[in-house]
């Protein structure tokens, strides 16, 4: 328990992997409302928009506009995510966002065939095309990554051993272009880890890359969210990607369930409770969970907002103790 | 990690406080073959209904025909809860049932007052008085409880102290009669309970009565039940009540967010993932869950019964790649 860190970083993903999967439609004014709001409750960084095809997504088509539009809160860290230059083009241009790169490869093989008729061999290829363009650019490459990393739809468990060796290949890939990246990201994009494959992947990456911050972006597939959150602050792990209300899911995943990203006031309710500091108030977040299920327009799976933060019912209970002594 | 159990047994609540909570109305004929498919599973302990007053629990009134209507296996333990004499004569007149008794005390001296009009000492004299009823009806006594250890909607925080302290009182009062039950319960009625609290809880009652097993009963009102589960199974814990869907909640919560126990297919995903046994075919349970579905007539909280078993995911990607091969 003494891994616990003491301050946890998470970046909200709710405006960009959750909207992007939604049927919507979901007006530009809905969203900048969004965003406004989320920025007002002590979150450090927010994901906003994809630039991405119009056509493809139509969900991101206002991706630009947006950017112009919300309210940038000096204390927050803006992102957006592109595929290719094109897309860093327009991130850059709209001025207002934290434009960053990273290196994130995929952990599997059948899942980069399926969707990217893609390889190991041309994912390494491409991302090294991808640093070249963020050195050219003067783009600073905080993370490197590994989506998949815990079990893939398509190709079944993924050997620990590949997810340490995509790591080791993009730090080297990094290092020869004079990149030293801090982060580590996991990515459980379909939802297949579980607390104790999270402890030891966690475990082992740590003890390999002991000065890295290692950030873990979870999905609630199967229920786990949350308990994985628990296992990986129990090794240290101090930066989550989750959405409110526990919106998101992954479009390609080829199945029906791949459903939410780890619930946002879910995960500070546990953090609060834990005395792990966030910056974040979680009256406000619920607040934020509460507008984006009216957005969206059907039950979002988060529990938080339902049941309660806890420091209001304490409060409650105080004060009806306090009346039944004075009475 | 290596006080996980080797095994664990979970006792199934969806047909007893699941039902108790749904509008329904749900036929005797649904009832009785939702219990006859959960026996099918491998669990080895349902609770399958309620002897309590039928104007003031409607849904339970067909309780003692549900117990002559089910097809017992053998492999199964099948309980019942009675809150007095009455009910308890009905549970034993159906002669199906697996009768015995718990000292259940209640933590929060606010939700004994609002609820039953009772006070920790008429808690307590009440308690004695069952017992003696107990050991007249040569009853056994398996367990000692605590409800709302972890917290109270009325009442905030509960201090561990009180919690040892009842748990201390009836083990006294067992052993007066001569009685050594062998579990402790520890009931997040309204779940207050976070993974931090589960593990300091647990980890003090274990050292204080290291021969004991100790039991779960979690609801899932703020998201942590799977997490929960989780850091009780780090501390040992090998015995969990739950509802397949997530059905259930605690009628005099007062709270509108006092919904659904902890999953039982989620809780068992994991607990396969983990290699901890339990005896229960998930495939078999996940159709449990999607026929309790159909029975309320709502979509319930689990989320295995969309993500999917990973063993079929498994299978799938294995007989792919052999295609693929192949070819």
């Not at 966030?278 to 957005?295: F, N, S, Y």
Request: glycine share 10%; net charge negative; hydrophobic share 40%.
């Amino acid at each position: 328990m003494s891994d616990f860190p003491k301050f946890v970083n998470i970046k909200e993903e709710a405006a960009r992997e959750g909207f992007q999967i939604e049927k919507g439609p979901i007006s530009t004014d809905q969203k900048v409302a969004f965003i406004d709001a989320l920025s007002e409750t002590g979150l450090k960084a927010i994901a906003v928009c994809s630039f991405v095809n119009p056509k493809v997504v139509p969900q991101m088509a206002d991706a630009d506009e947006i950017c112009q539009r919300i309210t940038r809160n000096p204390g927050v860290k803006y992102t957006g995510v592109w595929l290719n230059e094109k897309g860093l083009d327009r991130a850059r241009a709209t001025g207002v966002l934290d434009i960053s790169g990273s290196i994130t490869l995929t952990a599997s093989e059948a899942f980069l065939k399926r969707n990217q008729n893609s390889s190991f061999e041309h994912n390494l290829a491409e991302s090294a095309r991808i640093v070249q363009n963020f050195v050219a650019n003067k783009i600073p490459v905080n993370s490197v990554g590994v989506a998949s990393a815990f079990g893939c739809n398509f190709e079944g468990d993924i050997p620990q051993e590949r997810v340490l060796d995509l790591i080791d290949k993009a730090f080297v890939m990094a290092r020869e272009s004079g990149l030293e990246p801090q982060r580590i990201g996991l990515l459980d994009t379909m939802g297949w880890a579980t607390p104790v494959a999270i402890r030891k992947m966690v475990g082992t990456i740590r003890n390999r890359y002991p000065d890295k911050t290692i950030g873990l972006h979870l999905h609630d597939t199967r229920g786990m969210g949350i308990a994985n959150a628990y296992a990986g602050l129990e090794m240290g792990v101090s930066q989550f990607d989750a959405c409110v209300g526990g919106l998101g899911g992954c479009p390609f995943a080829g199945n029906k369930g791949a459903a939410g990203n780890v619930c946002t006031e879910d995960l500070v309710f546990m953090l609060n409770e834990m005395g792990i500091e966030t910056g974040i108030d979680l009256d406000k977040l619920i607040a934020c969970a509460e507008m984006v299920e009216e957005i969206v327009g059907h039950p979002l799976p988060g529990q938080v907002k339902i049941g309660g933060n806890l420091d209001r019912l304490r409060e409650r209970a105080r004060a009806s103790a306090q009346a039944a002594a004075a009475a």
